[in-house]
């Protein structure tokens, strides 16, 4: 996979799609409701996260689906299960030792369908990132609205009619912060992130398990602190 590239160099632009871009945000934001319609019907709060929330999309943008509160992992693949959708893989992902561990379920072998849930509350400032990266709501998602955001290459993303206005986040962080009513940190986080990783490369997380077919997630999680012992010692009450 190509590394992804910031743009360090000022550049305020308009992008203007074409019909094959409209057609393809169309087509991924049908497979986003599919998914999240099954969770909103139960009650269960579900976000999508990124480009297609944003509308500046591509043949490889992801449909993330963020559940943001803790719900219990068998209910999530209950639900799953019930509306007849089929579990690729399943893993469990520390960032860093210090951030919200996270599950996810892929519904496709190259993972571009995912859905994700906290094991435990996320901060306040982790419910910040999504924003940073562009939410959406599962009725705002009906309404066909877009949301602004900042992608992988650090560049602000501002839906227009035609399409959206792009504008750097290098230098401008504060103003960045505001406009997305984030906390500037969040904003400077990305960049030093990123910025860091377009020089090194990857540095991948702190730990990721994949889950046996057979293995729940509170087993996964069980194994993945006795491999990871410092988890446990920062989150003790975890299980």
Same mark, same amino acid.
Request: charged fraction near 30%; avoid cysteine; proline fraction near 6%.
């Given at each position: @996979?190509? *590394?992804? /590239?910031?743009?360090?160099?000022p550049?305020?632009?308009?992008?203007?799609?074409d019909?094959?871009? #409209?057609?393809?945000?169309?087509?991924?934001?049908k497979?986003?409701?599919?998914? @999240?319609?099954?969770?909103?019907?139960?009650?269960?709060?579900a #976000?999508?996260?990124g480009?297609?929330?944003r509308?500046d999309?591509?043949?490889?943008?992801?449909?993330?689906?963020?559940?943001?509160?803790?719900?219990q992992?068998?209910?999530?693949?209950?639900?799953?299960?019930?509306a007849?959708?089929?579990p690729?893989? /399943?893993?469990?992902v520390?960032?860093t030792?210090?951030t919200?561990?996270?599950?996810?379920?892929?519904?496709?072998?190259?993972?571009r369908?995912?859905?994700?849930f906290?094991?435990?509350e996320?901060?306040?400032?982790?419910?910040?990132?999504y924003k940073?990266?562009g =939410?959406?709501?599962?009725?705002?998602?009906?309404?066909?609205?877009?949301?602004?955001?900042?992608?992988k290459?650090l560049?602000?993303i501002?839906?227009?009619?035609?399409?959206?206005?792009?504008?750097?986040?290098i230098?401008?962080?504060?103003?960045?912060?505001r406009?997305?009513?984030?906390?500037?940190?969040?904003?400077?986080? *990305?960049?030093?992130v990123?910025? /860091?990783?377009?020089?090194?490369?990857?540095?991948?997380?702190?730990?990721?398990?994949i889950?046996?077919?057979?293995?729940?997630?509170?087993?996964?999680l069980? *194994?993945?602190?006795?491999e990871?012992?410092?988890?446990?010692r =920062?989150?003790?009450?975890?299980?």
């Amino acid at each position: @996979m190509p *590394r992804t /590239r910031v743009r360090s160099i000022p550049d305020f632009k308009e992008v203007i799609y074409d019909e094959q871009h #409209w057609r393809l945000l169309e087509n991924l934001r049908k497979k986003a409701i599919e998914i @999240m319609k099954i969770f909103t019907g139960k009650g269960i709060t579900a #976000w999508l996260h990124g480009s297609v929330a944003r509308g500046d999309v591509s043949d490889k943008s992801d449909v993330d689906i963020v559940i943001p509160h803790k719900i219990q992992p068998y209910i999530i693949e209950t639900i799953i299960d019930y509306a007849g959708l089929k579990p690729y893989a /399943r893993y469990i992902v520390a960032a860093t030792p210090t951030t919200t561990l996270k599950a996810y379920i892929a519904l496709d072998e190259e993972e571009r369908f995912t859905i994700s849930f906290p094991l435990v509350e996320y901060k306040p400032r982790e419910i910040e990132f999504y924003k940073y990266g562009g =939410i959406l709501t599962y009725e705002e998602l009906l309404e066909n609205k877009r949301v602004p955001g900042v992608n992988k290459n650090l560049v602000l993303i501002v839906p227009t009619p035609r399409g959206h206005l792009e504008a750097p986040v290098i230098g401008y962080e504060d103003y960045v912060a505001r406009f997305l009513n984030v906390n500037v940190e969040v904003v400077r986080e *990305r960049v030093e992130v990123l910025t /860091r990783r377009n020089h090194v490369g990857r540095t991948g997380v702190f730990a990721k398990i994949i889950l046996a077919p057979s293995e729940s997630f509170e087993e996964g999680l069980e *194994r993945l602190l006795r491999e990871k012992p410092l988890l446990k010692r =920062i989150l003790p009450d975890l299980i």
